[in-house]
């Protein structure tokens, strides 16, 4: 099953436009030609399989979670082995790549680190200060984010220096964050 998985289902990628969606029905069959779908089908389509199990039970089929599972756990390990090996640039740019992975606030959040990190590694300050300014200037609109120093519910909040210098700021690193 897995050969004829990894033969058939490239032939069924390239037919269709690269954002389409791929439903695998795991139904039927033995749980071994179920299992090599999912493991197979979730290769090589990413981010845009979508498992679905279509019970007797039901009058729809169920959405099965596990190929975004599976996307998510080979992301993190990918990028861990890169931050370990101090590849940040890279990092950032898989992040990118991989843009549904991430909220819109996350991707930015991780990819301005990741780039000021980069930057400040090479030496190259002011690169690494612009690099955070998308950063910063979400920081500011977030509810979270405080201006004064010293702690919150007694827990010690670091103090982040705008790169102007003009007060101390302290970024708000949730990914939802309302604007005042």
Known sequence: MYDFYRERLPDLQRQLPADALFHLLIAGGTPQMNTMLLFVGSEIFGRLARP????????????????????????????????????????????QREAGA??????????????????????????????????????????????????????????????RGLEPRTLCLQSRCSPN
């Open 52 to 95: 679905i199990y279509v019970s007797p039970d039901r009058d729809r089929a169920l959405p099965l979670d596990i190929v975004r599972q599976l996307y998510a756990e080979a992301l993190r390990r990918n990028l861990a082995a890169l931050l370990h090996a101090y590849a940040y640039g890279p990092a950032a740019d898989l992040i």
């Open 102 to 163: 991430f909220s819109a606030e996350q991707e930015e959040l991780l990819t301005g680190v990741l780039r000021a990190v980069e930057a400040r590694r090479n030496f190259d300050f002011s690169g690494a200060a612009a690099a955070l300014d998308p950063v910063f200037a979400r920081s500011r609109n977030c509810s979270r984010t405080r201006k004064r120093r010293g702690s919150h519910h007694g827990i010690p909040r670091p103090n982040v220096v705008e790169r």
